[in-house]
């Protein structure tokens, strides 16, 4: 295409990943399991065929723990970044990324969530991590929660609903501030905040299959309001180190009414209210909207606040925004043909192209997306996923020729620049991910969206050794010529 795009000098460029879908080493120096180290592999006959997930039960989750049924568990094992993180963060430099994003697992820190003191190990790795950044001169954001509970907080304690559990992560947040603010500068207190009321629905939770959606519903949203608890207690302290920010972290998928019938259009709006506004709004402003007060009303759903919420909330709000945007969809009142394959059971769009996993790619819809949140909230954005995951093998060259990763990333760059010009204040992209890494919602090695083939099989079969695709050349040459 050869066609340069507009951005400002100090836009800070870079990938995305999370602790348990890159790291391994579950049992070494102290690290306990996380929720997401207890979901199995399961190998689909059909990728499309939905109806072969199944939900895990509270005793499939304690089976695993000693893994009595003899299964995998990917997220144990990631792609070995524990031992190869030199490695890996050379090649991001390499790649010419400015920022890394990454999280930290708290089974590391606090492996039982109820410890007096961290874990000593724990805090070392990261420790180094954070140096080998600063060697490679990489700009570092953290996730504190990225998805991965300590999995006994989730036994000993019952999860989120406990206001025990505030503390906790409290404690845990305010470790990494005081050791790592000097490595540091961005900070999400959760990754993807608004998925909780998903997670919870898709059963993966284990004890909840036997609710009612109602009452599932009404849980995760007082599960939601004492981790925004929690969040606006670190911003809070945070306040006391003048070189960090602290942003939030929302699923965002741009979706358009199926048509113009104002029943589907308002119906759209609701749905965008309740599913993504409803969290920039808590989190920007501090207080509850309107329109919440009236859906809790409507679906039963009632939150236990404690004395001092409301003005904690209010007073700590975030300094930026930042959210994911991988694909959109259609919304109309009544059901609407959905996309194959999704377990985000997206409304499908005809004008629109999906993945084999049914994401619809739409770089429009992040040009849309970013206008949005830019004319409601006027604080700066930042996108902290974007990319596509694809089904690859390498090559005879030792390589993947990933020419549709390469049109993907373009034309969202391309739409990210246009809103730059359209007034949106844009300050970076992590893109997910600069390295193949385990999957977050099917647990597959196989869904690839590296810039860098990993070579493990779904089994964690393989050398591990990492391999540079197209895709990665193309990055290189697009940091310096910004040319797509
Ligand atoms: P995977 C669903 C929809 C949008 C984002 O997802 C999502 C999910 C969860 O599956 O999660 C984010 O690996 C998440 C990452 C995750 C990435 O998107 O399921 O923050 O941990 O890996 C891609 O294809």
């Not at 929302?250 to 209210?273: F, H």
């Not at 999906?354 to 739409?362: L, S």
């Not at 596509?388 to 005879?396: A, F, K």
């Not at 810039?451 to 391999?467: A, C, M, Q, S």
Request: a negative charge; one cysteine or more; proline letters at 3%.
């Amino acid at each position: 295409m050869n066609k340069k795009l507009e951005f400002p000098n100090d836009f800070l460029w870079g990938g995305a990943t999370a602790a348990t879908q890159i790291e391994g080493a579950y049992n070494v120096d102290g690290k306990s399991l996380s929720v997401m180290e207890m979901i199995p592999f399961i190998e689909l006959k059909d990728r499309k065929d939905l109806s072969q997930t199944r939900k895990l039960t509270t005793q499939d989750l304690i089976d695993s723990i000693e893994n009595k049924k003899g299964l995998h568990y990917p997220k144990r094992y990631g792609i070995d970044f524990y031992h190869r993180y030199k490695e890996d963060i050379a090649l991001f430099k390499e790649a010419g990324m400015k920022i890394f994003r990454m999280s930290v697992a708290w089974t590391r820190i606090f492996p039982n969530g109820d410890e007096a003191e961290p874990n000593k190990r724990g805090l070392e790795f990261y420790r180094s991590v954070f140096e080998e950044c600063k060697k490679q001169g990489l700009e570092v954001m953290v996730t504190i929660n990225h998805f991965d509970m300590p999995f006994s907080i989730t036994q000993n304690y019952g999860g989120w609903k406990n206001r025990k559990v505030i503390d906790m992560y409290f404690k845990y947040a305010k470790t990494l501030i005081d050791e790592f603010h000097e490595y540091v500068k961005y900070w999400l207190p959760f990754n993807e905040i608004n998925l909780g009321v998903l997670f919870s629905a898709m059963g993966l939770e284990g004890s909840t299959e036997d609710k009612s959606l109602a009452e599932r519903l009404a849980g995760t949203y007082q599960d939601l309001h004492n981790q925004l608890v929690a969040q606006a207690k670190f911003i809070e302290y945070a306040k006391k180190f003048n070189n960090t920010k602290v942003g939030c972290m929302v699923a965002d998928a741009t979706t358009y009414a199926l048509d113009c019938n104002p029943i589907n259009v308002l119906e759209n709006q609701q749905k965008e209210q309740m599913k993504k506004f409803f969290y920039y709004d808590v989190m920007t402003t501090g207080e509850y909207p309107s329109y919440s007060k009236r859906y809790f009303k409507e679906n039963g759903i009632s939150i236990v606040k404690e004395n001092g919420d409301d003005e904690i909330l209010k007073n700590n709000t975030v300094e930026f925004i930042s959210f994911s945007y991988y694909m959109s969809s259609t919304i109309a009142k009544e059901e609407v043909e959905l996309t194959e394959g999704n377990l985000m059971k997206m409304g499908k769009n005809p004008f629109l192209v999906a993945t084999e996993w049914g994401w619809q790619i739409d770089p429009l819809g992040l040009r849309y997306c970013l206008n949005q949140l830019w004319d409601r909230y006027h604080l700066p954005l930042f996108i902290s996923e974007n990319g596509m995951g694809v089904l690859e093998t390498l090559n005879e060259k030792n390589t993947v020729e990933d020419d549709y990763r390469i049109e993907y990333l373009g034309k969202h760059f391309e739409q990210m620049s246009e809103a730059i010009k359209d007034g949106v204040n844009l300050f970076g992209y992590t893109m997910w991910t600069p390295i193949d890494v385990v999957s977050a919602g099917s647990n597959e090695m196989s869904k690839r969206y590296g810039l860098i083939y990993v070579d493990y099989d779904d089994y964690h079969k393989g050398t591990g050794n990492r391999f540079k695709k197209k895709s990665f050349y193309w990055f290189q040459n697009f940091m310096k010529t910004k040319e797509i």
